[in-house]
Structure formats: C-alpha cells, structure tokens
C-alpha cells in the first residue's frame, strides 16, 4: 500500500484575492504604475495645505469672511484621512511587513505609521464628545505634520542605504544633486526647493498690495527670513559638495568655477537683495533691491531643461534667426523713415524725428497700435495698412524658426538617448549606474519611464535582429564585408562544436574509420576536440 501523499497547492497557481488585488492597485510600492506613487503624493499636498490653512486661520481678517469654507476643508481632508487609514487597516494584511502575522491588523494598527495616521484624525472625532478648546483643536491638528513621516522615512532609509560607506560631503551631494545616489530624497529636496520658489515670489507679489501689506506685513518679513535661510542653505550645500562633480573637482579653484556658473549666480542673487539691505539699509535707501527677490523664479530653470533646448536650439539657428531679425530690422527702419516723410509736415509735433517713426513703425508692425501716434494723411495711412500685413509675417518668421529650433532639438536629444541606449547594449546588459544615467536624461526631456523602457527594448530587439543578420550565412554579402565574413565564420565554427558536442563519441568513431572523410575534415575535428580537452 503506498504513503498517501499530502496535496499540497501551489499558492503562486491560485488567482490573487480580491483585497491583494486591491492592495496592488491602491497601496503596493512594488508595483510599477500603480496608484501609490500618486496617493502618496496627493496625501502630501494635502497635508501642506491644512497646515497652510492653520497658518492662515491665525489672521482674523482673513479667516473670519471665510470661516465656514475653512471649516469645510477641514472636514473634507479628515474624511479623506479617515478613508486612508481604514483602507490602510483593512488591507494590511496584504503588506508584506505583517503577511504571516497571526494578526496582521493589530500589528499594523500598533506599528509608529499607523498611530500617526490615528491620531492626524483623532482630535477632530474627540471634539464630538468632549470639549476641547477651538485653540487646543487647532494645535492638535498639527500632528498632521507627522504623516510626512510615511513617506520621508522609506526616502531616508532607501538614501542611507544608497550611500552606505560613502562620505559626508559625497552624501551632501547626493542630496542635491540629481544622481542614482539620491533616490527619493533627492527628488524631495528639489520639491522643496521649488515650494520655497513659489511661496517667496507669491509674497513678493502680494505686498505690494497695499491692502494685503497692511494685514500680513509681519508675516510677509518671517516669510521671506525663512525663504532666505533655505535658499542661502541650499547654496551652501551646492559650493561645499560641487567638487564631487569632475568638472569642479578641486578644492578651491573648482569652487570658483561654480561660483560663476548660471546656476550659482541664480543662488546667490536670490538672496543677495536681503543681505544687502539688512547691511547697508543705514546708509543707503536699498527699498528697491527687494523687487529684485522676483529673480528667485529663475531657480525654477535649475529644474527644467526647457530653457537649454530653447538655448541649444537657438544657436543651432543662430544664423537663420539674426538673418530673419536683420530683415525686420531693415523693414522697421525703412518703415520709420517713410513715415516721417510722409507725416512731419502734417503733424510735426507727433513725427518730430526719425526716432520717433521708428517707434511708430515698430508698434504698427507688431500690430500693438497704442494710438498715441497715428498717421492722418492718406499716403501715411496706406502706408499704416501695409506696415500692419506685413508685421504679421515679419514676427511669424522668427517664431516659426524658434518653434522649429526647439522641437529639432528635442528630437536630437531623444534621438541622442536612443544612441546611448545602442553604446551600452554593445555588451548585452545595461548595469545600475548606465540606467540611472538613462533616467535622470528621460526626466529632463520629460521621458517617461515607460517610454524609456520600451527605447530599451526596441533597442534590443534591433541588436538581436541584428547578430541574427550578422551571422546568417550569406556569401553575397560577406564577399565585400570581412568583418562580416568573419561573424560568419565565427558562427559556423560554433555550430560545429555544437554538433561535436550532441554526437558524443558517435561522430569520432565514425571519423576513424575514415571512409568518406577528407584528410581536412579530419584535421579540423581533431583540432577542436583538442582544444575542448
């Protein structure tokens, strides 16, 4: 009688449930493309702007007009925070950290990211019950805060992991500088960055409304203080760890070179008006510098590359676009010098020089027509109505070239990563430092990651289609091409090994007898069984 034998079922066989499937649509970080990228981030935005709000709430002015839609956002973002921890509660047991556990959702309802989810939404379900201080609720709702800690602790731990045994300086550089070292930190730090951009030039616009002024004065100093610790911080950062980069690798005189660099000027004159002032404001009337805190929004272009390839571009055309810009200055001149001929006697005080046309023949041809100058007489006017159809053509030619220049050069420059991706295949593998490399080009032409694999995997394709073409025996062809001719003989010597290899010893016993074998086919099998022995 046999052993029975347990059946034991194949758990990667059976379909995944319905809550694992929903957990690997919603909430799995090891899925690509899924929602929980964008749910994190969504939750992020959400939490910066109730502690926006709560900022905001602190100015009766402005708070009270608008109590009741303060008052509905913040009940909208709990019921989005309570639909996130229970979703999180109740598919906890597909996350990998408790799958096993005898029970996953206590464990997951007890572990440091759950009671921060719990208590962001706590306070406002006590208010119900006891009574709690509107000042105490408020100061409460700022554990919100914490759960920036879901998201920035897996960054922190995957960066420190990245950079294990590496320097200070070297970890300082991954941090601000795009690298397969910074991970999600990285990408952090420049939202940050970029926050700090918007909320500085939104100040900066709002004061100079007197009546906004008035009300947030106070505020509007803190914030441009604290806008000017982070950016003279980041600055900082960028000088101490720019010699990582080789291009700025020694210790002073690569310092230097940065210093001059676009983006280091950028840095420093985003924070040089508040210096200044602050120094120099007993002896000098320096009010003005602060207009120039407007210049911060050019720390914008260190994150899009929009502007070189509009750059690139440009000079690639450069001559095409100064001939174009060489005609319509000639038209304007002409234009200019017409109208004075034909209107100073008419109007004298309005055509009173050359100078002055030019400036009406430069409005008229870029169809503006302020009407401050206006010609009166017929030929001066005919003149008008063909200076207006011939701007229109005038200013479509160089927005044409550059609009042209900017999308050619977007193309070369994916072109260009198509080139790269065909160097790295030539050794059958694309390794960790050659794909970040590929990613961070795919992110500053707006590549997405899908794109960027699909690139790879044509790329793939065509050099196996290609070794397959290479190899394929065709004498026509190899007669002119030795290169190719040797690819051929290369591959039939291997498919000889492979045929001494399957025959065993059939085919060497067969050779000896020497019946219909040459003297040659001899020679060459008894070499290759050499070398493999």
Same mark, same amino acid.
């Given at each position: 009688? @046999?052993?029975?034998?347990p059946n034991?079922q194949d758990n990667?066989a059976?379909p995944?449930?319905?809550?694992k499937?929903i957990y690997q *649509?919603l909430?799995d970080?090891d899925?690509?493309?899924?929602?929980?990228r964008?749910i994190?981030n969504f939750?992020?935005?959400?939490i910066?702007?109730?502690?926006g709000a709560?900022?905001?709430?602190?100015i009766?002015e402005?708070?009270?007009?608008y109590?009741?839609?303060?008052?509905?956002?913040d009940v909208?973002s709990?019921?989005?925070?309570? $639909?996130?921890?229970?979703?999180?509660?109740?598919?906890?047991?597909?996350q990998?950290?408790y799958v096993?556990?005898?029970?996953?959702?206590?464990?997951?309802a007890?572990?440091?990211?759950?009671v921060?989810?719990?208590?962001?939404?706590?306070?406002f379900?006590?208010?119900?019950? =006891?009574?709690?201080?509107l000042?105490?609720?408020?100061?409460l709702?700022?554990?919100?805060?914490l759960?920036?800690?879901?998201?920035?602790?897996p960054?922190?731990k995957?960066? %420190?992991?990245?950079n294990?045994?590496?320097?200070?300086?070297q970890?300082?550089y991954a941090?601000?500088?795009p690298?397969r070292?910074? &991970?999600?930190?990285?990408i952090f730090?420049? /939202? *940050?960055?970029i926050?700090?951009?918007?909320?500085?030039?939104?100040?900066?616009?709002?004061?100079t409304v007197?009546?906004?002024h008035y009300?947030?004065?106070v @505020?509007f100093?803190v914030?441009?203080?604290?806008?000017?610790a982070v950016f003279?911080?980041?600055y900082l950062?960028r000088?101490?760890?720019?010699v !990582?980069?080789?291009k700025?690798?020694k210790?002073?005189s690569?310092? $230097? %070179?940065?210093?001059f660099?676009?983006g280091?000027m950028?840095?420093? /004159?985003?924070v040089?008006?508040?210096f200044?002032? #602050? /120094?120099?404001?007993?002896?000098?009337?320096?009010?003005?510098?602060?207009?120039f805190?407007?210049?911060r929004l050019?720390k914008?272009t260190?994150?899009?590359? $929009?502007?070189?390839?509009?750059?690139?571009?440009?000079?690639r055309?450069? &001559?095409t676009?100064g001939a174009?810009?060489?005609v319509?200055l /000639?038209v304007? =001149?002409?234009?200019?010098?017409?109208?004075?001929l034909?209107?100073h006697? #008419?109007?004298?005080?309005k055509? !009173?020089s050359?100078?002055?046309?030019?400036?009406?023949?430069?409005i008229?041809l870029?169809s503006?027509?302020?009407?401050d100058?206006?010609?009166?007489t017929?030929?001066?006017?005919?003149?008008?109505?063909?200076?207006?159809?011939?701007?229109?053509?005038?200013i479509?030619?160089p927005?044409?070239?550059?609009?042209?220049?900017f999308t050619?050069?977007?193309r070369m420059?994916r072109?260009?990563?198509?080139?790269?991706?065909?160097?790295?295949?030539?050794?059958?593998n694309?390794?960790?430092d050659?794909?970040?490399?590929?990613e $961070?080009?795919?992110?500053?032409l707006?590549?997405?990651h899908?794109?960027?694999?699909?690139?790879i995997?044509?790329?793939?394709?065509?050099?196996?289609?290609?070794?397959?073409? %290479?190899?394929e025996?065709n004498l026509?062809?190899?007669?002119?091409?030795p290169?190719l001719?040797?690819?051929?003989?290369?591959?039939?010597?291997?498919q000889?090994k492979?045929i001494?290899?399957?025959?065993?010893e059939?085919l060497?016993a067969? =050779?000896?007898?020497?019946e219909?074998?040459?003297?040659?086919?001899?020679?060459?099998?008894?070499? =290759?069984?050499q070398?493999?022995?």
């Amino acid at each position: 009688m @046999e052993p029975s034998v347990p059946n034991h079922q194949d758990n990667s066989a059976q379909p995944a449930s319905l809550g694992k499937r929903i957990y690997q *649509f919603l909430l799995d970080p090891d899925v690509k493309d899924n929602l929980q990228r964008p749910i994190e981030n969504f939750i992020a935005i959400l939490i910066l702007s109730n502690v926006g709000a709560m900022m905001i709430e602190h100015i009766p002015e402005v708070y009270e007009p608008y109590k009741k839609w303060f008052h509905f956002f913040d009940v909208v973002s709990i019921i989005i925070f309570t $639909a996130e921890y229970v979703v999180r509660f109740a598919l906890s047991p597909h996350q990998k950290e408790y799958v096993g556990k005898r029970f996953p959702r206590f464990s997951y309802a007890i572990s440091p990211f759950a009671v921060i989810d719990l208590l962001s939404i706590l306070p406002f379900y006590l208010s119900a019950f =006891i009574a709690l201080d509107l000042r105490v609720l408020r100061v409460l709702r700022l554990l919100r805060l914490l759960k920036l800690f879901r998201v920035l602790i897996p960054a922190w731990k995957e960066f %420190r992991e990245l950079n294990r045994g590496r320097t200070f300086r070297q970890h300082v550089y991954a941090m601000v500088w795009p690298s397969r070292y910074g &991970g999600q930190i990285q990408i952090f730090f420049d /939202l *940050f960055i970029i926050f700090w951009v918007l909320i500085s030039v939104l100040s900066v616009l709002l004061e100079t409304v007197e009546a906004v002024h008035y009300i947030l004065a106070v @505020e509007f100093a803190v914030l441009d203080a604290i806008a000017v610790a982070v950016f003279t911080t980041e600055y900082l950062m960028r000088m101490y760890s720019c010699v !990582e980069d080789p291009k700025f690798a020694k210790a002073y005189s690569g310092r $230097a %070179r940065y210093a001059f660099t676009p983006g280091a000027m950028i840095d420093i /004159l985003a924070v040089l008006p508040f210096f200044l002032e #602050a /120094l120099l404001h007993h002896l000098f009337d320096l009010r003005f510098l602060r207009i120039f805190r407007m210049m911060r929004l050019l720390k914008l272009t260190r994150f899009s590359d $929009a502007t070189k390839l509009v750059w690139d571009g440009i000079k690639r055309e450069a &001559g095409t676009i100064g001939a174009s810009f060489f005609v319509m200055l /000639l038209v304007i =001149i002409l234009c200019g010098a017409l109208g004075y001929l034909l209107e100073h006697s #008419a109007q004298p005080d309005k055509f !009173e020089s050359i100078p002055t046309a030019i400036y009406w023949s430069v409005i008229t041809l870029g169809s503006v027509g302020f009407g401050d100058i206006a010609p009166l007489t017929p030929t001066g006017r005919f003149l008008a109505s063909l200076m207006a159809l011939l701007g229109i053509a005038l200013i479509a030619i160089p927005s044409g070239i550059l609009a042209a220049a900017f999308t050619d050069q977007l193309r070369m420059e994916r072109d260009a990563i198509g080139g790269k991706i065909a160097a790295m295949m030539e050794d059958d593998n694309i390794d960790a430092d050659e794909k970040a490399h590929l990613e $961070a080009d795919a992110r500053r032409l707006h590549i997405t990651h899908q794109e960027l694999d699909q690139m790879i995997a044509l790329a793939q394709r065509r050099r196996s289609e290609d070794r397959a073409l %290479r190899t394929e025996f065709n004498l026509g062809v190899a007669r002119n091409d030795p290169q190719l001719a040797l690819d051929q003989f290369r591959g039939i010597l291997q498919q000889m090994k492979e045929i001494i290899d399957v025959s065993d010893e059939k085919l060497g016993a067969f =050779i000896s007898r020497g019946e219909i074998v040459t003297p040659m086919e001899r020679a060459i099998y008894e070499k =290759i069984v050499q070398e493999k022995g």
